[in-house]
């Protein structure tokens, strides 16, 4: 807990807080910005949007600072380097002093126009709200398959039901966000993490746009490693199936040779094949290892955990400028004040 902000040096937040965590978006950012800003302005209520850079290597944070400079209502965490995408959302959260909190792709695949939508589920009294596609434009075949394949995984196999077709376009109520925020692990599978801390919680159907601009830093490999995440973190299922098909090899074994046996005490004993030797050693070679394999992505993540490290550390952080909202009842005679920022 030690790397959260000190939260007696920051004053009352706005109503809204959209988080963005940012990786090589320059391109996109101005177009994102301009978007999001005309959608939070409708809701008529404080808002801030805290930008997390993630050690981007093109122009973000130059790009970052310059819509600063503009909207005082834009926060700019820039971490130390890239730490990913779950980490630098979980860093803009700890951030976030909004009373509701909005987690947002900064490349426009969330249209910041669901947002309103998301605002009157919470409203509506849910403490998270969120966003689920209807379909998936400009994705592969192969995403989608493999994408619902890993949904039915874990719904099957995992004690947390995740929602299927949703990513972590969310919004979540303060007492949601303190919640996750007490989630330190550093193994975060974020959609677990969200489902896990439970609350009242709605769906609210949207369109998956394509990327607006520069290309997904995901590709198979790590979207592979992302399931081992979520599977990991949130099962021990892999653990049992190895009990399970050690056990399922003893038992095949023991009929085997019970078999061989029999027919050695019945037919003499001729010198059986050097092929069926070869299959069974092989065999559970394969599973000895398979095994092992998995006791140690279980192993490598207690290591991780235990050394207890800080999740991030941040280069610079710069707050928004909070809004103070215009006096409904100003005293007689002097003209109503626009709203203003405190500087
Ligand atoms: N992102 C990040 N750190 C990373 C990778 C991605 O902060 O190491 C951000 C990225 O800027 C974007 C969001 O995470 O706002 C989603 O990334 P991307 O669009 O590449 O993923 P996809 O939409 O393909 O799942
Ligand atoms: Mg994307």
């Given at each position: 807990?030690?790397?959260?902000?000190?939260?007696?040096?920051?004053?009352?937040?706005?109503?809204?807080?959209?988080?963005?965590?940012?990786?090589?978006?320059?391109?996109?950012?101005?177009?994102?910005?301009?978007?999001?800003?005309?959608?939070?302005?409708?809701?008529?209520?404080?808002?801030?949007?805290?930008?997390?850079?993630?050690?981007?290597?093109?122009?973000?944070?130059?790009?970052?600072?310059?819509?600063?400079?503009?909207?005082?209502?834009?926060?700019?965490?820039?971490?130390?380097?890239?730490?990913?995408?779950?980490?630098?959302?979980?860093?803009?959260?700890?951030?976030?002093?909004?009373?509701?909190?909005?987690?947002?792709?900064?490349?426009?695949?969330?249209?910041?126009?669901?947002?309103?939508?998301?605002?009157?589920?919470?409203?509506?009294?849910?403490?998270?709200?969120?966003?689920?596609?209807?379909?998936?434009?400009?994705?592969?075949?192969?995403?989608?398959?493999?994408?619902?394949?890993?949904?039915?995984?874990?719904?099957?196999?995992?004690?947390?039901?995740?929602?299927?077709?949703?990513?972590?376009?969310?919004?979540?109520?303060?007492r949601a966000v303190d919640a996750l925020m007490q989630l330190r692990e550093h193994h975060r599978f974020m959609k677990g993490l969200?489902?896990?801390?439970?609350?009242?919680?709605?769906?609210?159907?949207?369109?998956?746009?394509?990327?607006?601009?520069?290309?997904?830093?995901?590709?198979?490999?790590?979207?592979?490693?992302?399931?081992i995440e979520g599977i990991t973190s949130f099962t021990t299922m892999p653990l049992k199936l190895a009990s399970y098909l050690g056990l399922l090899t003893a038992a095949v074994a023991l009929v085997y040779g019970g078999n061989?046996?029999?027919?050695?005490?019945?037919?003499?004993?001729?010198?059986?094949?050097?092929?069926?030797?070869?299959?069974?050693?092989?065999?559970?070679?394969?599973?000895?290892?398979?095994?092992?394999?998995?006791?140690?992505?279980?192993?490598?993540?207690?290591?991780?955990?235990?050394?207890?490290?800080?999740?991030?550390?941040?280069?610079?952080?710069?707050?928004?400028?909070?809004?103070?909202?215009?006096?409904?009842?100003?005293?007689?005679?002097?003209?109503?004040?626009?709203?203003?920022?405190?500087?």
């Amino acid at each position: 807990m030690q790397e959260r902000r000190n939260e007696a040096a920051i004053p009352a937040g706005p109503t809204f807080s959209v988080v963005v965590p940012v990786f090589n978006e320059g391109e996109g950012l101005l177009e994102f910005h301009a978007r999001l800003a005309r959608v939070m302005r409708g809701l008529g209520a404080p808002w801030e949007v805290v930008y997390v850079n993630d050690g981007s290597r093109d122009a973000s944070l130059t790009v970052l600072e310059g819509l600063r400079a503009e909207d005082p209502a834009c926060a700019i965490v820039n971490l130390s380097r890239n730490f990913g995408k779950e980490i630098a959302m979980t860093a803009g959260l700890d951030h976030a002093r909004g009373a509701a909190v909005v987690v947002i792709d900064a490349d426009l695949q969330d249209p910041p126009e669901v947002i309103p939508e998301l605002v009157a589920g919470w409203r509506g009294g849910f403490d998270v709200v969120y966003a689920q596609r209807r379909q998936r434009a400009g994705e592969s075949w192969l995403k989608r398959t493999t994408a619902d394949l890993f949904y039915r995984l874990m719904q099957s196999v995992g004690r947390v039901k995740l929602p299927r077709d949703t990513g972590d376009f969310r919004l979540m109520s303060r007492r949601a966000v303190d919640a996750l925020m007490q989630l330190r692990e550093h193994h975060r599978f974020m959609k677990g993490l969200f489902a896990w801390v439970g609350f009242p919680t709605l769906a609210v159907a949207y369109d998956r746009a394509p990327r607006f601009a520069g290309r997904t830093s995901f590709n198979y490999w790590k979207l592979w490693n992302l399931a081992i995440e979520g599977i990991t973190s949130f099962t021990t299922m892999p653990l049992k199936l190895a009990s399970y098909l050690g056990l399922l090899t003893a038992a095949v074994a023991l009929v085997y040779g019970g078999n061989i046996v029999v027919r050695a005490l019945l037919f003499g004993n001729p010198v059986p094949g050097y092929p069926s030797l070869m299959t069974v050693i092989l065999f559970l070679g394969g599973a000895q290892l398979v095994t092992l394999g998995v006791m140690g992505e279980y192993l490598g993540r207690i290591f991780n955990e235990t050394k207890g490290r800080p999740l991030y550390f941040v280069e610079r952080f710069t707050p928004s400028r909070p809004m103070v909202p215009p006096d409904p009842f100003p005293p007689p005679g002097e003209p109503v004040a626009s709203p203003a920022r405190v500087p």
